[in-house]
């Protein structure tokens, strides 16, 4: 019911997922990411334990088919499942359940799996991969877009369309990049959108918002205050 993009730019270290589908707030169940570690979507009929399972997998050392394996030996409806990961080596691995609706598959490349079921057919997954490993002067967000929107020309969901996410981490514990489309006519249009809105408003956030590097992040009152007046806004804490 879905497809899904999982992808290592081992030159940032940045792991992500782009995922989408005619089904409601598809970036609630599919995409799993985590620093340092890999990227997971777990789709079909989807069961949301398997991306966790999988990522700490991961971060124990298993490989990512062992990782696979691990996750869905205690699942009894494996086979209603597809799921796919990468790790921090580029790693890649996949699982596509003889249940999963038709077409149903997936295509890989180093440091990037493409995957989805219920697809109008290959050429949707391929022409994602293609997209992907063509786009190189993109940063990975870009990439996942432009890949995404070639594997909706191809086809996509056969069904039609309904939402999209986009997650992208790097450093942190939590994703730098967290964009969900639940419900639109244009799914893959309107996250582009949304990603333009997070380059123009991302780059600022991040020069002040706590990180690992930096706990507390900006805490100068007067110096965010200065800020704000740069910008026209008659804003300050309280005293």
Known sequence: MTWSIVAHDPASGAFGVAVATCAFAVGASCPFVRSGVGAVSTQSMTNRYLGPAILDALEAGLSPVEAIERALTPDEGRHLRQV??????????????????????????????????????ADVVAATLRTYEASTGLDLAGRFMAAMAAGEAAGGDRRGKQSAAMLVTTTEDFPDL??????????????????????????????????????????????????????????????
């Open 84 to 121: 796919h990961c990468v790790d921090a080596q580029g790693r890649t691995a996949y699982w596509t359940g003889r249940n999963c609706v038709e077409w149903c598959g997936e295509a890989t490349a180093p440091h990037v799996s493409v995957a989805g079921n219920m697809l109008a057919g």
């Open 178 to 239: 967290n964009l969900r489309v639940d419900d639109h006519a244009d799914p893959l249009g309107e996250l582009a959108r949304l990603l333009g809105i997070w380059r123009q408003t991302y780059p600022p956030r991040r020069g002040w918002a706590p990180s690992k590097a930096n706990p507390s992040g900006a805490a100068d009152m007067e110096a965010i205050e200065a800020g704000w007046k740069a910008q026209g806004l008659d804003l300050r804490f309280r005293r």
